[in-house]
């Protein structure tokens, strides 16, 4: 027990409500590897990715969500990494969240409506993302919006959960369980172990 | 028909049972040793070189189940190892939780690997500041139980030269990462220590097992055998001397007894057949870790023990004490952001430590007394769990996770509870578990010592964040529930005075000169280090003093 991070309990806690197969015959997109380390090849498979709760409209809306939160822009985003088809699964294993879900995009059509004349699918990008800011951007914060917010906060930490644990989450963050090592890894930063003069990192 | 009688009965296959399971059966005894549940397949049980995009349900297993999960170990990765059919009640205003690993080799399959031996500053403590009473054992006495146990299992770390965490016999140690030079950098402007852990993992080919190649996934078991664990370590030897028997999948009821009242052996009941099955020793050892321990002791009731097998003093299943786990800080270093990534989760983060730095020469100079230690954790771990932490959307925050990745860092205390009146363990007076065996029913709330631990560690985990250059971002509210730690002990401790203690300073209980107790539960308290290494060393040494008495002479049968 000892030295165990207190948060990896809390990160399988999220991961808890994540039902992911990569034997699952309905996905499409979702997963990708074919096996150990160093073998992993992309594959996509054919079919259509049918959703097991949410309806067509509602799941058209979280892939749309989820490609937003993270986009592809120069790396793959959460599209690719079918991140919608791993959210669809896990409301469609968790009745208790399923509520939350259905209420949140009806919440976010009828505020489209509101602000717009149009429900959220029929706006274009930019009005989309307009619209979002409030709900995830502290600074834009306004009151009345607690429950988008809180349903976007929902469907943020769902689509982090879905993308970093995707193979195309693993090498967008360069993870180091990517590989194995031969010796103990060590710091490189010889003579500087402030680490006050390391070349500043990539923004 | 001339029923079977072993020389020993083992129950519990852990640290504790684990060796004494090797040495007896080295010393030519033959053992029947007993285990609640099954044996793991390291190519069938062990997934953690699968990604989690690989398992069926991200390493989770079905929701369903999910729900019912202990936590990190419990999980798809190790399914079926972790008991979930017994259950277990907890007084009113009591939070507690059990996990327990009943598959052969129980919790050494998973465990955290920091291996620090005790000093005399916890065996002496009492006599340092008047609270509870010295163990039986000295350092002197126990230490070369532990240099043997560290050359049998393999240690990483250096030479620390302080008393209050004694060096051992060390393998190489793991090297520090970036993280560890920063933060040791502001330790050590602080004043307090900051160390490569005793981690007991392979840092070099040892006895036979191979290095550890640093993926990380270590307490989700380990399928090439580099740190210890009963399975790997112990029970090839004892298997190989051709005096053992294996019993899996038998849960252990109660120890029995002859006219004497002395042991005789152990009921089970097969989990397979639901029957129950006796089993014949000339002596028995219970090491079913702490609670387990002592629920089957106090379920052992018989005409001579009504109160619970070599319960004379009443103090079976009482002084149960814990580690208080929690975060006493958090938040990240900007000398890291935007650094490339760097494996920082190898050994599983059981790298470095911040060892106890309170009271060490004066008992009493903290608001506190005795004393806890701190693990330090961070950088590139395997999910970006700070990326909930961070603001917005889109490509500024996509960009914003990478950058931050190599950069979080965690402070977790591990502070003594100190024993007390109200902290222990009985038979639940209604509750039976599938078997009809009375559950164990808990009684535990932290003290206000371990509390004033927690503040503290508090405080000084921030300023060293802060010292060392770092961004302070918040800690926990609260400690993690009791039983979080998975490093109770208590329920059957050891001392000189029969009137007072169950067990002798051997591990014997003082009722009943062939039982015998080889796990946490004989340890008179938490200190600020974990358990395992010190059930390793004790057991062994409990299991030479039967072993002598054996030839002696004092064990025949009945």
């Known amino acids: 027990m000892a030295g165990q991070g207190i948060r990896r309990r809390e990160v399988l806690r999220i991961l808890g409500t994540a039902a992911a197969a990569a034997q699952f015959p309905g996905f499409s997109k979702w997963t990708f590897a074919c096996g150990h380390i160093g073998n992993a090849v992309l594959q996509i498979k054919p079919a259509m990715y049918r959703p097991q709760f949410f309806t067509s409209a509602e799941y058209a809306m979280v892939e749309r969500l989820t490609e937003v939160i993270i986009p592809s822009d120069g790396t793959p985003g959460a599209k690719e990494a079918g991140v919608a088809e791993f959210i669809d699964f896990m409301v469609a294993s968790d009745p208790e969240v399923q509520y939350g879900f259905r209420m949140g995009l009806a919440w976010l059509n009828a505020h489209a409506e509101q602000a717009d004349g149009r429900r959220f699918l029929e706006l274009t990008p930019a009005q989309q993302t307009f619209l979002l800011e409030p709900l995830g951007f502290k600074d834009k914060m306004r009151p009345g919006e607690e429950t988008g917010r809180e349903f976007f906060r929902m469907m943020r930490e769902s689509t982090v959960t879905g993308f970093y644990t995707s193979e195309i989450g693993y090498k967008e963050l360069d993870n180091p369980a990517l590989k194995f090592y031969a010796a103990s890894p060590e710091c490189p930063h010889k003579g500087d172990p402030e680490h006050a003069h390391v070349p500043q990192g990539r923004s | ?558």
């Not at chain 2, 920091?114 to 350092?139: E, K, M």
């Not at chain 2, 370590?233 to 002859?258: G, H, I, M, Y």
């Not at chain 2, 007076?429 to 508090?458: C, Q, T």
């Open chain 2, 1 to 558: 028909m001339a029923k079977q009688i072993y020389d020993v009965i083992v129950i519990g296959t852990g640290a504790g049972g684990g060796m004494a399971i090797k040495t007896l059966c080295e010393a030519g005894l033959k053992v029947c040793a007993i285990n609640a549940g099954r044996r793991l397949d390291p190519e069938k049980d062990f997934r953690y070189h699968r990604m989690p995009w690989d398992m069926k349900f991200r390493g989770l297993d079905d929701p369903k189940r999910r729900r019912q999960s202990f936590g990190y170990m419990d999980n798809e990765y190790t399914k079926a190892a972790w008991d979930h059919e017994i259950p277990f009640t907890v007084a009113p205003g009591t939070k507690w939780m059990w996990p327990r690993c009943n598959a052969v080799g129980g919790k050494t399959n998973f465990w955290g690997r920091s291996s620090a031996r005790f000093g005399d500053i916890d065996l002496r403590a009492a006599s340092r500041d008047g609270y509870d009473v010295d163990w039986p054992v000295t350092y002197d006495e126990i230490s070369p139980f532990y240099t043997r146990v560290e050359k049998m299992i393999g240690v990483a770390s250096t030479v620390q030269n302080r008393p209050s965490n004694p060096d051992g016999s060390y393998l190489p140690p793991f090297n520090f990462r970036c993280l560890d030079f920063i933060l040791e950098a502001g330790c050590n402007k602080v004043g307090v220590p900051y160390l490569p852990d005793r981690c007991a993992q392979l840092t070099q080919p040892h006895e036979g097992h191979p290095a550890c190649h640093f993926c990380g996934e270590c307490t989700t078991g380990c399928d090439v055998g580099a740190f210890f664990s009963t399975p790997y370590f112990l029970l090839p030897k004892a298997e190989a001397t051709k005096n053992l028997e294996l019993r899996t999948n038998a849960l252990a009821k109660n120890v029995l007894v002859d006219e004497n009242g002395h042991a005789a052996g152990v009921a089970y009941i097969d989990r397979k057949t639901k029957q129950e099955v006796e089993v014949y020793g000339r002596a028995v050892i219970v090491g079913a870790s702490c609670i387990e321990s002592a629920r089957i002791m106090l379920n052992s009731k018989s005409r001579r023990w009504p109160n619970g097998i070599a319960n004379s003093s009443g103090q079976l299943g009482r002084n149960l004490c814990d580690h208080l786990y929690g975060e006493s800080a958090r938040g990240y270093l900007p000398q890291l952001l935007g650094q490339p990534s760097f494996p920082d989760h190898v050994a599983d983060s059981t790298i470095a430590w911040m060892p106890r730095w309170q009271n060490l020469k004066d008992p009493h100079a903290e608001k506190f007394i005795r004393g806890y230690s701190v693990y330090p954790d961070g950088g590139c771990t395997e999910f970006p769990w700070f990326a909930n932490d961070v603001d917005g959307f889109g490509s500024s925050f996509k960009r914003e996770i990478k950058r931050r990745y190599p950069s979080p860092v965690s402070f977790g205390i591990q502070a003594p509870s100190l024993r007390s009146d109200t902290n222990f363990m009985d038979l639940d007076p209604e509750v039976k578990d599938p078997y009809g065996i009375p559950v164990a029913r808990v009684h535990f709330e932290w003290d206000e010592n371990v509390l004033k631990m927690w503040e503290h560690s508090k405080q000084v985990c921030a300023e060293v964040l802060r010292t060392a250059g770092g961004e302070f971002e918040g800690s926990g509210q609260d400690p993690e529930i009791p039983g979080w730690s998975l490093h109770e002990t208590g329920t059957c401790r050891m001392g000189n005075d029969p009137k007072n203690f169950v067990t002798n300073r051997f591990g014997q209980t003082h009722d009943i000169p062939n039982l015998y107790v080889c796990d946490a539960s004989v340890f008179l308290n938490c200190t600020d280090k974990t358990t395992t290494i010190s059930i390793l060393a004790f057991s062994l040494r409990t299991s030479e003093h039967l072993i002598e008495n054996f030839r002696r002479g004092e064990h025949t049968a009945a």
